[in-house]
């Protein structure tokens, strides 16, 4: 949520490249973050398998899709989704 | 996570999945996402590696140093605060968005 501004406001990168950087950041960050879970405790093999399949396809669709859209309509759905999570947090 | 916006509200509410578990979820099922969506994203040349060095080091540091804080703050106002935070920076974002010419 903070890499992506930070990408585009601090470094001057455009909307397409600060998604596609922020996930070459948030990637080593999450394996170590992973492994500290999996040390430390069981996941359910149960939902993991269908929810990654899911995040696959949603990721990869994404992806795809960044290159096709417009930076304003990235940079909008971009900050809708954190007002969403923003708003999650507080209710 | 950004990620678990819709992920863990669904796994906890919908499904009953415990918080802790639908974290854990959540972060190891983005690894196999963020890999294969990098490899789009590499193909097209969009990954600005000197980009990533300047964030990854500062990165690691406030991971540390925010979980540390964390751990001695209640959840409740840790959970405020962050959501405050998200939606001010989301409102602020929209704002930018709107005004930008493309």
């Given at each position: 949520?903070l890499?992506?501004?930070?990408?585009?406001?601090?470094?001057?990168?455009?909307t397409?490249?600060?998604?596609?950087?922020?996930?070459?950041?948030?990637?080593?960050?999450?394996?170590?973050?992973?492994g500290i879970?999996?040390?430390?405790g069981?996941?359910?093999?149960?939902?993991?398998?269908?929810?990654?399949?899911?995040?696959?396809?949603?990721?990869?669709?994404?992806?795809?899709?960044?290159?096709?859209?417009?930076?304003?309509?990235?940079?909008?759905?971009?900050?809708?989704?954190?007002?969403?999570?923003?708003?999650?947090?507080?209710? | 996570?950004g990620?678990?916006?819709?992920?863990?509200?669904?796994?906890?509410?919908?499904l009953?999945?415990?918080?802790?578990?639908?974290?854990?979820?959540?972060?190891?099922?983005?690894?196999?996402?963020?890999v294969?969506?990098?490899?789009?994203?590499?193909?097209?040349?969009?990954?600005?590696?000197?980009?990533?060095?300047?964030?990854?080091?500062?990165?690691?540091?406030?991971?540390?140093?925010?979980?540390?804080?964390?751990?001695?703050?209640?959840?409740?106002?840790?959970?405020?605060?962050?959501?405050?935070?998200?939606s001010?920076?989301?409102?602020?974002q929209a704002?930018?968005?709107?005004?930008?010419?493309?």
């Open positions: 949520m890499c992506v501004p930070v990408l585009t406001l601090a470094l001057g990168l455009d397409k490249e600060s998604h596609a950087t922020a996930l070459s950041v948030m990637l080593p960050l999450s394996l170590v973050s992973a879970y999996l040390a430390s069981t996941v359910e093999g149960s939902i993991l398998i269908p929810v990654s399949i899911g995040f696959v396809v949603g990721g990869i669709g994404g992806a795809l899709l960044l290159g096709k859209l417009k930076n304003k309509v990235i940079a909008l759905a971009f900050s809708l989704v954190m007002i969403v999570a923003g708003i999650n947090f507080l209710v | 996570m990620g678990g916006v819709l992920l863990i509200p669904i796994l906890t509410v919908v009953s999945v415990a918080q802790k578990s639908a974290q854990a979820v959540n972060l190891l099922a983005f690894i196999p996402m963020s294969l969506a990098l490899v789009v994203h590499l193909k097209n040349k969009r990954v600005k590696w000197r980009s990533v060095g300047y964030i990854i080091v500062p990165a690691v540091f406030f991971s540390c140093g925010g979980s540390l804080l964390a751990l001695s703050v209640s959840p409740g106002l840790l959970g405020t605060c962050y959501g405050v935070f998200l001010l920076l989301g409102v602020s704002v930018v968005a709107l005004k930008s010419k493309e």
